[in-house]
């Protein structure tokens, strides 16, 4: 089966990231937050065979992939991006999805549309998604706005609970929990 390169659509449309793209997020507090995009990977057209040696099972997956270069851990970069436009050989319907790591925060949104992902994991639960045609964050407004909140009822752990998407900006803010404390993209 030949599988396809990655192409522009959907993905790059909520992503549009390039390489050595600089993200400049601030906080209510003032403080600013700069995240370098390196793109690592974009896949080429290859062609896959099922069974034999490796039992592949035939599945296509293009990929665009993103770190940051800063990290906030050893080893442990505050960004980590992954477009995937997958398509299984058993039946054809292609889905586009998103692995994302901000920080220590892990996300995988599944089937992304015009008006965003249909489902979306959020450190292991399902997380609560919004969709807005506009909002305004700290002075800043933005439009197809999509917001992905983990529950903090439930998981009492901190770090990043909500993160907001913007078809043609990408990312443009996060939350952390307990401080409640708000970053927007400059």
Known sequence: MNCPAFQEGILTQWFPYKDGQKLIFKSDAGLFDTITLNNTETTDAYEVTTGGYGNSTGDCSARKTFYSQEQFAPNIYKLYLNLSHYTPAYNQTSSDNVTMNLYKANMQGYNLKEN???????????????????????????????????????????????????????VVAYRSFPSGRLWVLQ
Do not use: P, W
């Open 116 to 170: 965003g992902f249909e489902r979306m994991d959020f450190n292991g639960s399902v997380a609560r998604l919004n969709y807005s045609d506009n909002i305004q964050l700290d002075n800043k407004f933005f439009t197809n706005i999509q917001l992905a909140e983990r529950d903090t009822m439930t998981s009492k752990n901190e770090g990043i609970h909500q993160i907001y998407f913007s078809r043609g900006k990408g």
